[in-house]
């Protein structure tokens, strides 16, 4: 993971690395729904009908159809001041960022350091092949869309009870966080949730979520109790003025 320089005043200066744990309350203020806080997608619908192997098994039709209805909220939605904010902090900090949000609201934000740990909602994977990958030009998947191999085209995310394959990944990046920063996430999802504990911890650590709290176990971690659309351009500001 090459570290990234900048110069000032004819000197190299190792730019300090920020790395950014996201989760679907940062894309709460582009109307893209979160899962388990008021009228969350878990608290109307159970996952295990929609989001797991066992529900595409016994009815694709219906999957496909609650991702094409998750996947046009997307294609319609555009990022907010949060997103920006994080790409604000580009300017100073060679910033990471993990999200659990399948949206592209980071990428079309700007951020240029983007990895997806659930998976992206604007591609397809084979049913039959999860290493055949597509990306989608519309927002509608509709059965009897195949992959080269004859297979049905399933959303490319991760559901309930498949392997985060990019874990490892993530976790080495949050290990080399100078600053550790956690947006718009309920902490109660692993692996994700724990990837706070990779991070260094003299490091400073900031959790900016209405619902934020101490993490326990965790050191130097400052509760930010506000919304990513106000919290976050807030906390960019004092740590670029720093
Ligand atoms: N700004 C910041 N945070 C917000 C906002 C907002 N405007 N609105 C809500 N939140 C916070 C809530 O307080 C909550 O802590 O966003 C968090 C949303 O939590 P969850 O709905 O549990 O979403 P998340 O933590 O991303 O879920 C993790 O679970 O279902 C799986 O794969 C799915 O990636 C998801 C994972």
Known sequence: MGAFFCIFENQ???MKRIVVLTGAGISAESGIQTFRDGDGLWKKYRFQDLASPSAWARDPKLVTEFYNWRRKIVWEALPNEGHKALVRLEEKF???IITQN???LHERAGSKNVLHLHGEIKKAQSSADPNLVYELDHW???MGDFCEKGSQLRPNVVWFGEAVTQIEPAMQIASTADIFLVVGTSMVVYPAAGLIVYARQD???????PNAFKVSGISNLEIIKNTAGKGLPELVEKLLQE
């Open 94 to 96: 060679d910033v990471r």
């Open 102 to 104: 399948v949206d592209d």
């Open 12 to 14: 190299f200066y190792k």
């Open 203 to 209: 490091i400073p650590k900031y959790y900016v979520d």
């Open 140 to 142: 509608e998947i509709k």
